[in-house]
C-alpha cells in the first residue's frame, strides 16, 4: 500500500495537468489560444450586406450571407498588399485596379491572383466575434 502514496506536490502537478487538458479533450480550443474580437452588433447588420469593420486589425469586410451565416476576410490587397475599399459590391484596390468579391474573398479580375485571408466569425450574445 505504501507505492500507492502520492506527495502533495506530485498530485497536484497531476491534477494541473488534467485541468489544462480538459477544454482539449472536450474538443474545445485552449483559453490562451482565444483571440476573438467583438466588433459590431449583428442585429445592425443585414443579410446579404458587407461592410468594413475598422475596430480590429487588420480591417475586415464582413458580409451577413444568411441569417446565421456570416463571413470576414481582411481588406489588404493580395497582389502587393496595399488597403481595399469598398465599392459597390466588391472590394477594390486603388493601386493597381485588383478587384475581389469580399463575400468569398477571390479575386474578381486578374490583377490579383490570390484570394483574401479569411477569418472566422462567430455571433454570442448578439456581437460578431471574429477571431484574428
Ligand atoms: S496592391 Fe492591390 S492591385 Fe496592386
Not at 49 to 57: A, E, G, H
Not at 100 to 129: D, H, Q
Request: contains cysteine; aromatic residues 8%.
Amino acid at each position: 500500500m505504501d507505492n500507492l502514496r502520492v506527495s502533495r506536490r506530485g498530485f497536484l502537478r497531476v491534477a494541473g495537468a488534467v485541468a489544462s487538458a480538459l477544454p482539449f479533450l472536450r474538443g474545445e480550443q485552449p483559453a490562451s489560444a482565444a483571440t476573438a474580437k467583438a466588433i459590431g452588433l449583428a442585429s445592425t447588420h443585414p443579410v446579404g450586406k458587407t461592410k468594413l469593420y475598422t475596430s480590429v486589425s487588420p480591417s475586415l469586410f464582413v458580409t451577413r450571407t444568411g441569417t446565421n451565416t456570416w463571413v470576414a476576410f481582411d481588406n489588404i490587397c493580395t497582389h502587393a498588399g496595399a488597403q481595399l475599399v469598398l465599392q459597390g459590391k466588391q472590394a477594390f484596390c486603388r493601386a493597381h485596379g485588383a478587384t475581389f468579391n469580399p463575400a468569398t474573398g477571390k479575386p474578381t479580375n486578374n490583377v490579383a491572383r490570390t484570394a483574401l485571408r479569411s477569418y472566422p466569425v462567430s455571433i454570442r450574445k448578439g456581437k460578431i466575434f471574429v477571431t484574428v
